[in-house]
């Protein structure tokens, strides 16, 4: 007992200890460029002014993160459930799948951040517009990860499911989805950085509110230290929706390992 | 119908069908041109602003271009530096894995302040984005090598060098490729983001002028081209790994 805690102990310490050191060296390599003068502070400002900055405007920028985060979230949300919905359609079918999937391939390869501008024409310069273009880029990963994933079934299981006379709506729920969830949440997971990524760039181009707006605003006035901080912020909510996503899939594949 | 004639003709009998029934819609509904121009609209409008739009796509295919091969230097370069030395690379990996969560596209006017306006900031952008998967499919490749072609290159005393040549950095191509793949879309998409934010050339500024006009036609046209630049990158990376792949003898 005693043995195995000192083994866990030392691979913990060897997980956390040389990536703090790594990031202790970056800041002190940062503090020092700053403290040289080598840089402008006006372009790089020291970690302690960056820190100050956000301790003295947190109010202004937590105000400005909750429309970022709420519209991630709606973002998020609805193109899981249309993207993992869709899949599941497009897969029922053979000739469904092979007449749509190279369209969502092609979707899947163009820089659809370049059609940003077309959503604000079409739905306006609010955060509806801003959601719903969040949706679009979030929707195809996770199409396509659920078309893959539900291809993921060794078909001697399904033939298994069907010999024994399962109903279909059995086999999917009992066969297909357990091997298809690792790749959904896969693509979940990259839907939930495009989700953020979205709201962002909306943000971006209508400048009305909203973290993408401080981060315009304070380079356009070249105020480095509230740009940095609305960074580590806007870092923080996306870590934060990419850990949610995580525990979601523990939860979940636990659930279905058990049964 | 053979399978594969079916696997041809499908796909396209659906696009061509999407594009019918937006031209149907467009001619129905009588939707106006700023709100939805029909397919004909676009491709009157690709060919009215051809010049405009090639002038265009030329910084910015530049720029991609540019970034994406700085990326795949860098990338490639740091993942087998990192190979070599255990404690350096779990000093370094973990932060990269970390940054490769946040939205980095929010991070262009951090880059803007600080490579200026012009093409370095462009440039700078589409490297930084553009880094990070082939960074990390680069490193993954070189830790997947088979440990006992490792262990057999020691045992017949090749350096480590010599068996980083001939053992890992061959067997990583695979996953070094997947990575350029989503790098060379990533670039795409960090040039025009920063074209968008400021600039005075490329599709992207052509892109947001159209929409400050409201020539939604024009929009489109670019987009189109961009597209097809995007795809044409994309399957130039395909080639390179077919190639790559022919020449490994597989």
Not at chain 1, 85 to 101: D, E, H, P, T
Not at chain 2, 95 to 117: D, E, R, S
Request: hydrophobic residues 60%; contains cysteine.
């Amino acid at each position: 007992m005693a043995g195995r805690m000192t083994v866990d102990v030392r691979t913990a310490a060897r997980q956390l200890v040389p990536p703090a050191i790594g990031v202790a060296m970056l800041l002190g390599l940062w503090s020092a460029l700053a403290a040289s003068g080598l840089v402008k502070p006006r372009l790089l400002p020291s970690p302690n002014k960056v820190w100050q900055t956000l301790e003295r405007s947190i109010g202004l920028l937590l105000e400005q993160a909750t429309p970022t985060f709420l519209a991630a979230i709606a973002g998020i949300a609805a193109a899981a459930l249309l993207g993992i919905a869709l899949g599941i359609a497009v897969s029922a079918s053979r000739r469904l799948m092979q007449a749509i999937y190279p369209t969502i391939v092609f979707f899947q390869l163009i820089p659809k951040v370049a059609l940003a501008p077309v959503f604000l024409i079409w739905f306006g310069h609010g955060m509806a517009a801003n959601v719903i273009f969040s949706i679009f880029i979030a929707f195809f990963p996770v199409l396509v990860a659920t078309i893959a994933g539900l291809q993921a079934t060794p078909p001697t299981y399904e033939r298994l499911g069907e010999s024994l006379m399962m109903p279909r709506l059995r086999i999917f729920f009992g066969v297909k989805l357990p091997f298809a969830l690792p790749h959904i949440f896969s693509g979940l997971r990259i839907g939930v950085t495009f989700a953020v990524i979205g709201v962002v760039l909306g943000e971006f181009i209508t400048a009305q509110a909203g973290l993408g707006y401080i981060i315009l605003f304070s380079a356009n006035n070249f105020e480095t230290a509230l740009l940095l901080a609305a960074i580590a912020l806007l870092c923080v909510v996306g870590v934060l929706l990419f850990g949610f996503f995580l525990a979601l899939e523990a939860v979940v594949l636990r659930v279905y390992d058990s049964r | 119908m053979s399978d594969r004639l079916r696997a041809a003709i499908l796909p396209t009998a659906f696009a061509l069908g999407v594009l019918a029934l937006w031209q149907a819609l467009v001619m129905a509904f009588h939707y106006p041109k700023v709100v939805l121009p029909a397919p004909t609209d676009i491709v009157a409008a690709l060919i009215d602003n051809a010049g405009a739009l090639v002038h265009q796509a030329v910084p910015t295919m530049r720029d991609t271009l540019a970034g994406f091969l700085l990326a795949t230097v860098l990338g490639v370069g740091l993942a087998s530096l990192l190979s070599f030395s255990r404690l350096v690379r779990d000093a370094v990996y973990p932060m990269i894995v970390l940054l490769q969560l946040v939205p980095k596209i929010a991070w262009t006017p951090l880059f803007i302040v600080w490579a200026g306006i012009g093409w370095p900031s462009r440039l700078t952008i589409a490297t930084f984005i553009a880094f990070f998967p082939i960074f990390i499919s680069m490193m993954a490749g070189l830790e997947a090598t088979d440990r006992s072609l490792v262990r057999l290159s020691a045992s017949l005393t090749a350096t480590g060098w010599r068996t980083f040549r001939l053992v890992r950095f061959p067997a990583s191509m695979t996953y070094l490729f997947s990575g350029l793949k989503i790098g060379a879309t990533l670039a795409v998409i960090g040039v025009i983001v920063a074209e968008f934010i400021s600039s005075s050339e490329g599709l992207g500024f052509l892109i947001l002028k159209s929409a400050a006009l409201l020539q939604t036609d024009l929009i489109l046209a670019a987009i189109a081209v961009l597209c097809l630049l995007g795809v044409g990158f994309y399957g130039l990376v395909h080639a390179g790994e077919a190639a790559v792949r022919r020449w490994q003898g597989e």
